[in-house]
C-alpha cells in the first residue's frame, strides 16, 4: 500500500525550493557515454565572483548535506553542487566506481557550465573525490576544503583497528542502512549527541526509502573502490592551498587520518580540528565549520599555521 505522506519527500520539495530562492537551478548534464549527471548551478553566473563547488558524501543526497553552507556561501560565490554518480539524480551505465571517475564526470559538468578556474569542498566521500579532482586537474584548481575525508587511509588500517569495523563490506553494511535498527547504529557513528535516538522508526524507514534504497549494489562498489591497494607512498602531494576540517571525536574517519593528511601535505595544508563534535559537524556544529571556511576560501591563498576551532 502507498504511502500517504513523505517527511523525507517533503523535505526535499523545501530544500529544491530553497536552493531556487538562493540564485540556483536544477540542471542535467548528458556526458555521452552513459553517464548523466544532475547539478545545482546558478542561475545567473556573476563574473566578479569565484567559482566554488561542493562535493557531497555517503548519505543523502547533495541538498540535505550543502543547503546551509549554500545559504552562506552563495553571496560570495558562484556555486555549483552536483550529485555524485549514484546518488541523488546522477548515474552511469558504464563500469567504473573509482573517485578518479568521478571526479574526471564532476570536471566535465564544469566545463559544460564553462568553468574553467575553481575552489572544491569535499565532504566524508566526498573530500574522496575533491582531493582526486585537484590532484588530476590541478591547474584549474586555486583551493581545496577536505573535510573528515580519509584520504591518507590505507588497506591495512582496516586490519590493524584504526576503524571501528574491519572490512569495507562492514562499512558498507553501517553506510548503507536498510532497516530503523541500521540507520539508528548509523547516526551513533555519525554524531555525538545521536539524534535517532529520538526519531520515531517510521520517520526513519521513511529516509531510507527515499535516500537508501536506490543503487545499493553500485555504492557498495564505490566504497570497495575506495580502499582497494590502497598506500600513502601512492597518494599525490596536491599543492594548492588547503583546509582540513576534522570532529575531533569521528568514528568513521578517526582523528589520526587528518593529522596524517596535515602532515602528507605539510605547510601548504591547514588543520582546523572542531571539539565536541563527531563526523557530522557540518550538522552539530555548522557555525564552527562555516566561520573558517568562509575565512580560508574568501582569504587570500596563503595558509595559516594548524588551529583548533572551539
Known amino acids: 500500500m502507498p504511502k500517504c505522506f513523505s517527511f523525507t519527500a517533503t523535505q526535499n520539495r523545501c530544500l529544491k525550493s530553497t536552493f531556487s530562492s538562493r540564485g540556483l537551478r536544477s540542471t542535467f548534464t548528458d556526458l555521452k557515454d552513459g553517464t548523466i549527471m544532475h547539478c545545482w548551478v546558478p542561475k545567473s553566473k556573476k563574473p566578479t565572483r569565484p567559482d566554488l563547488v561542493l562535493i557531497h558524501g555517503f548519505g543523502a543526497n547533495s541538498m540535505w548535506q550543502w543547503s546551509e553552507t549554500v545559504r ?30 568521478q571526479a574526471q564526470c564532476v570536471k566535465r559538468v564544469m566545463e559544460a557550465n564553462s568553468v574553467t578556474k575553481m575552489s572544491v569542498v569535499g565532504l566524508s566521500y566526498g573530500g574522496f573525490v575533491a582531493y582526486d579532482f585537484a590532484a588530476q586537474f590541478g591547474d584549474c584548481v586555486e583551493k581545496v576544503v577536505i573535510c573528515c575525508a580519509g584520504v591518507c587511509l590505507e588497506e591495512k ?60 549494489e553500485e555504492k557498495k562498489e564505490l566504497l570497495l573502490a575506495i580502499a ?83
Open 72 to 101: 552562506i556561501l552563495s553571496r560570495h560565490f558562484n556555486v555549483y553542487v552536483p550529485d555524485l554518480l549514484f546518488f541523488g539524480d546522477s548515474y552511469t551505465t558504464r563500469p567504473e566506481r573509482t573517485v578518479s571517475f
Open 157 to 216: 588500517d582496516l586490519k590493524e583497528g584504526l576503524f571501528a569495523v574491519s572490512s569495507v563490506e562492514d562499512a558498507a553494511n553501517i553506510l548503507l542502512p536498510q532497516t530503523a535498527e541500521q540507520m539508528r547504529e548509523l547516526m551513533g557513528y555519525t554524531f555525538v549527541k545521536a539524534p535517532a535516538k529520538v526519531l520515531p522508526s517510521c520517520l526513519l524507514t521513511d529516509f531510507i526509502d527515499e535516500m537508501f534504497t536506490q543503487y545499493v
Open 228 to 310: 582497494k591497494d590502497r598506500k600513502l607512498s601512492d597518494l599525490p602531494k596536491i599543492t594548492q592551498p588547503t583546509l582540513i576540517v576534522w570532529g575531533d571525536q569521528d568514528k568513521i574517519f578517526p582523528l589520526e587520518l587528518g593529522h596524517r593528511l596535515k602532515r602528507h601535505l605539510g605547510e601548504n595544508a591547514q588543520m582546523v580540528v572542531i571539539k565536541n563534535t563527531g563526523h557530522g559537524f557540518l550538522y552539530e556544529k555548522p557555525k564552527d565549520f562555516h566561520k573558517p571556511l568562509k575565512a580560508f576560501l574568501l582569504g587570500t591563498t596563503k595558509t595559516a599555521p594548524p588551529q583548533d576551532q572551539t
